[in-house]
Nanobody, 122 residues
Framework: QVRLVESGGGLVQAGGSLRLSCAASTRAFSTWNLGWFRQAPGREREFVAAVNWNGDSPYYADSVKGRFTISRDNALITMYLQMNNLQPDDTGVYYC???????????????WGQGTQVTVSS
């Protein structure tokens, strides 16, 4: 059974930083393309970033480009999202998932984690 577990969320002031982690339960992780999404209250789940199996092709939503960095460590079967210069609009529950189709849309992903809350105060 594929299991992904997010951690690292929290409360931070605008301009601050957080690093999210997404830990897998299987070494098959190293063959997967992966993504991060977020969902704010009352809004649809939104693509944030994606990375291919070996980490050399990151892909970002325009809203986070230049502020967020996606990376992965296949030896640790963990993916990361470094978030800098956080803004109140970045508030939401952040999810990681395995990519099974074209990147960037929620229907292309499965094995969603339970999410980790990120709250950015102004």
């Amino acid at each position: 059974q594929v299991r992904l577990v997010e951690s690292g969320g929290g409360l931070v002031q605008a301009g601050g930083s957080l690093r999210l982690s997404c830990a897998a339960s299987t070494r098959a992780f190293s063959t997967w393309n992966l993504g991060w999404f977020r969902q704010a209250p009352g809004r649809e789940r939104e693509f944030v970033a994606a990375v291919n199996w070996n980490g050399d092709s990151p892909y970002y939503a325009d809203s986070v480009k230049g502020r967020f960095t996606i990376s992965r460590d296949n030896a640790l079967i963990t993916m990361y999202l470094q978030m800098n210069n956080l803004q109140p609009d970045d508030t939401g529950v952040y999810y990681c998932a395995r990519q099974i189709g074209p990147p960037g849309v929620p229907t292309s992903y499965d094995s969603w984690g339970q999410g980790t809350q990120v709250t950015v105060s102004s």
